[in-house]
């Protein structure tokens, strides 16, 4: 396929200059003047073709890559989320950066589809073979390689610059880490030069890379993907007076009929079959007729008229069709912004030295990285473990914490890489309370001491770049070279045989400081993967929410304190929420979900006052209400200064509630305490057998009611079990035999031949290491699992292959006990089983499971009234001074004593929970 500019932008242009300069001589006639053009058109002219040859026509040596691919790489980077987009999508993304119309920009993206390299493709993108265009843009999809988003971008690397417009930044050059300038080929025709680099095969390319690491002499040679032959004695290293000459590829079918099932490199199917029409018509050769198979391979048939001979009509068709070509390389790339001629082996060389230095890049850049992570981990300790946050206590000023904290490093921080920066300081400030008391010595000594071994391998990499660089080099060809073995058979066409040489999203960042949301961010805080449809939902200081749709760059207020990919109509989602109603207001707390909202509508969360402010929210995938500690303000009536509140006291309800009445005075803290349980009903799931998957929608087989701790059993035909937490998104492997709610205690019970002992063992095991997967029986290919069975107490009837041996029935619980899951069994028999039938399992009563219901709270006051009791004496319990006592503080006597006959309950329940385990 040709990569020639577009002629219709160069018909265009050039009328366009045509038709000023007809205007400026009807002006002129007009004026009776005469205006001489020459140095403006020479200026012109020069602006022009560099123009052209600079950012049009020839690719950059570099990266491989003209401008408009270039541009395109990027933009497919910039919309990439592991999903097929429409063509026409990437066009349109495309032209923010390429000043040039859409079917430009199309045309070279197909262009780059049909090497099969940097593109994965969907729909009809042409047929190279045939020579069929590819559907309209908008009806193909693409996106980027594997191949491509390993070695072609990375933005730490990249140098960037300002598009045409100067709205967005473009990469001047993609930091490419492989020869792709040479896999692909590159053809265009700029103003007074051309260039014509011939594609190279990918596994050949990196053998050559590594020999020249190796410091061994390489030669390189053309290889086509339609395949044929090709003699490169006249190759001259793709340089400008070099040839080569391409045959496709001609077999006798039969006496009176060849085949041709390969076609020269720049040649189809169709030009083919004209050309030879066209000779037979001159009398050049002689057919009887031609037919064109063409399909997924090349299969053209030329019948032959009889007395006809076929090697006659062989080395005609060489002589006078397009079955030979011959190409001109002619290797021109662009250099420091001016037209250099060089040979493809020096094009390799170039292109593994720039590998070599982007992958010292890439390491020095992740050297400095675990550096600094080491040293902000060591400050961290210092800090934490000398307990040098006390000494900012009686500071009053940003200056004094500063100089404070200094201070107490100064004794500690002889061992460290670098100085302390008083940004290294202010990072020591924001440590969070929680992380001070929960913080583990040995952990971070642990994590330091990992830090290091990581910085030791990176720096054990620098100081051996070329093995470093050359296992990069196979890896890429053990991870990327299949199917890409050469296509091309290289033979020198004086019939002399010469030996043959043998082809995951957008990511979603957040400033929350800032208040920016959105996929570019790529130097702030990752928050999830997400998709360019997706939604997201944002949590701020001030109380308000707001959803709006993934983009680049979105501003949704500052202060974050959450943001997740929103999930409409997510009910199993739930938000535990404190806040301060106003500047002074009391404070308040509540638990709710989020199902729909009014997209980039904003919603406030708290009580609607100015001035209110958040104290603690989280976000529970599965309705967990976890324990927190309030701390107050010191005050002059408060006796109770610090208590515990448990969320799940507190029924979900909407949004807009106002919430339960937490305490009147200041809230100066609230601490995490302790994870809880999820407060919801379990959750009914379904197996749709017809499309594998799981649902909550009520189609096909109910599998149970699940809770947050509540897992799937899995068995699959190849004896592999687990037990894995379900999700609607997972996938089963097409031998699952066994797929049903996971009971810890209930045996799986299994009859298997041992291929290695060659005899059949019965086995009873259980689970032992959930969302593990384990093979439970011999690991020998030849080894079969005959029966599997999840009841109690199962029965089996055996049915051996030797008439002469009887049908026998095996109780596995008699025959034998529960075991580990490795555990061979006991022996069933050596003779060969010709089936296994399960019969009816014996009786057994089923231990029921313990119901789970939403808590509901008693009152909108229960939570004020539990957390803040009056003191009451212990004479209280007398009748006496019950009455004396008014209706609120009997009140709060009653609710305890609810409370605490409520927590007996449930520790009571756990008790005999305990006792039926052991």
Known sequence: MSEEINENEHEEELSNLESQSGALSNDTEAVETITKITGMYKEWFLDYASYVILERAVPSLEDGLKPVQRRIMHSMKDLDDGRYNKVANIVGHTMQYHPHGDASIADAMVQIGQKELLIDMQGNWGNILTGDRAAASRYIEARLSKFALDVVFNPKTTDWKMSYDGRRKEPIDLPVKFPLLLAQGAEGIAVGLSTKILPHNFIELIDASIKYLKGKSFKILPDFITGGIADFTNYNDGKRGGKVRVRAKIAQLDKKTLVINEIPFATTTTSLIESIIKANEKGKIKIKKIEDNTAADVEILVHLPPNVSPDTTI???????????????????????KPVFVGVSEMLKHSTDLTVNLLKKELEIQLNELEEQWHFSSLERIFIENRIYRDIEEEETWEGVIKAIDLGLQPHIKHLKRAITEEDIARLTEIRIKKISKFDIDKAKQFIEGLEDKIAVVKEYLNNLIKYAIDYFMRLKSAYGKGKERKTEIRIFDDIVASKVAMKNAKLYVNREEGFVGTSLKRDEFVADCSDIDDIIVFRKDGKMSVTKVDAKTFVGKDIIHVAVFKKKDKRTVYNFMYRDGAKGPSYMKRFNVTSVTRDKEYDLSNGTKGSIVHYFSANLNGEAEVVTINLRAAGSVKKMKWDID?????????????????KYTIKSVDFKSEGVSTLKPRKIWFDDAVQRLNVDERGELLGEFRAEDKLLIITQSGKAKAVKPDLAMHFED????????????????????????????????????????????????????????????????????????????????????KGIKAQGNQLSIEKIKQVNLLESLPFEEPEEEKVEEIEVVSE??????????EIPETVTKKPLLEELSAEEKAKIALQKSIEKKKSEEQKRDDENQIKLF
């Open 735 to 818: 031998d699952m035999i066994v797929l049903e709610k996971w009971k810890p205690n209930k045996p799986i019970s299994a009859i298997y031949l041992d291929a290695d002992k060659e005899r059949y063992y019965v086995k009873r095991f259980l689970i032992e290491t959930p969302e593990k997967e384990e093979v439970f029986i011999s690991e020998n290919p030849k080894s079969r699992l005959e029966i599997i069975a999840t009841d109690y107490r199962p029965v089996a009837e055996v049915l051996y292959s030797k008439r002469s041996i009887g049908n026998e029935t095996v109780n596995f619980e008699d025959f034998i006990a529960v």
């Open 861 to 870: 006051e229960i939570v004020e009234e539990k957390m803040l009791p009056i």
């Open 647 to 663: 969320f799940a006291d507190l029924a979900v309800k909407g949004r807009a509630v106002r919430g339960n009445t937490i305490t």
């Open 315 to 337: 080395d005609a068709l060489y002589a006078f069709t397009n079955c030979e070509n011959s190409i001109s390389p002619l290797s021109c790339t662009i250099e420091d912004n």
